[in-house]
């Protein structure tokens, strides 16, 4: 009797390899003028510099000082106040799901994908600085500042940008006042902000002040007279 033929391995039947992972995107926003900012900007760079294939180009986000406010705000209303005591200046994500700051981030990018940053403190704080003029004078916008005081206390700087663009005449008269360069009106009122008050404040709303007259906000004096039309 003829033996019966040697047993054949059945062929494993063709599979396709999976699907390629997409990319991974970080984006970073905050206040461009904070050193954390850039911790945070350095750190997504690196990753996409590092892992080119594994990362899209990071998106930056630089705000000023009230865009990142009313951004944190928005944010805590989104995430239901899950991020209420939060005090960085900077939030970082990762496939738009929220990581945290920049030690949060630079942790990730460590843990995940031993990436070390060993920049000192002190080249974040000149970055910033550079960083923060080059995105000033990009805006092509003026910018004029007020301190302000209460009871004779310093408590602060305001920065305004002027949109002198779109309402030249407006942002003339405000940056004007602000340097007091008009010296006096024809009826002897200085044309400074200097000395002058805050006569509303609504709470977690606005402030009113420049009534460089008599301060209560119903009266006033321009550069080019008691009234103007504004453009």
Known sequence: MASPPPCRPRSAPCR??????????????GLFTSSSFQRAKSAAESLKSNYPSKFEDPIIVPLQEFAWDQYLQEK???????????????????NDQLLGDAADLQKWAHKMW?????????????????????????????????????????????????????????CRNFQVLCTGKAGY????????YVGSIIHR???????????????????????????????
């Open 76 to 94: 805590k209303r989104e995430l239901k106040n899950e991020i209420w005591e939060y005090s960085s200046y900077v939030m970082c994500f990762v």
């Open 16 to 29: 396709s390899p999976p699907p390629p992972e997409p990319p991974l995107r970080v984006k970073v926003v």
């Open 114 to 170: 031993d990436i070390v940053d060993v920049k000192p403190p002190e080249l974040y704080e000149a970055l910033t600085v550079d960083y923060s003029a080059k995105y000033l004078r990009d805006t092509k916008h003026d910018f004029v500042f007020l301190d302000i005081s209460i009871d004779f206390h310093p408590i602060g700087r305001l920065i305004f940008e002027l949109y002198s663009d779109t309402c030249p005449k407006t």
């Open 201 to 231: 404040v609504v709470p977690n709303g606005w402030i009113q002040g420049g009534d460089i007259a008599y301060g209560k906000g119903d009266d006033g004096e321009s550069i080019y007279g008691p009234t103007f039309e504004g453009s």
């Open 185 to 192: 009106s024809q009826s002897g009122i200085k044309l400074h």
